[in-house]
């Protein structure tokens, strides 16, 4: 089993930062075996994906919204994910869940309690 627990959230005004983490463990964890991703829920809004990466952080991918301004890492001797979110706009408003899966072809299993992100002047 794999427990992930978010960090990092708060209210914000548009275009500035901040950084989301996310610690993971669990019973015979080996943090470099899962790709790991965030995704967020709006109010009103379905689940979607923001950003993932990859077992060794080699490679990542992002939704269309957040390139350029977002950037997804790991930290595999803290166990520990992250997510950069710079220039931050109102439509980033939501509700932030981690998430790990063991396979790429995988759905994701697992996933975080979320951390809550206010972007408003």
């Known amino acids: 089993q794999v427990q992930l627990v978010e960090s990092g959230g708060g209210s914000v005004q548009p275009g500035g930062s901040l950084r989301l983490s996310c610690a993971a463990s669990g019973r015979s964890f080996l943090f470099s075996n899962y790709v790991m991703g965030w995704f967020r829920q709006a109010p009103g809004k379905e689940r979607e994906f923001v950003a993932g990466?990859?077992?060794?952080?080699?490679?990542?991918e992002y939704t269309d919204s957040v390139k350029g301004r977002f950037t997804i890492s790991r930290d595999s001797a803290k166990n520990t994910l992250y997510l950069q979110m710079n220039s931050l706009k109102p439509e980033d408003t939501a509700v932030y869940y981690c998430?790990?899966?063991?396979?790429?072809?995988?759905?994701?299993?697992?996933w975080g309690q979320g951390t809550q992100v206010n972007v408003s002047s």
């Open positions: 990466i990859r077992f060794t952080g080699s490679s990542t």
């Open positions: 998430a790990a899966k063991f396979r790429v072809s995988d759905s994701w299993n697992f």
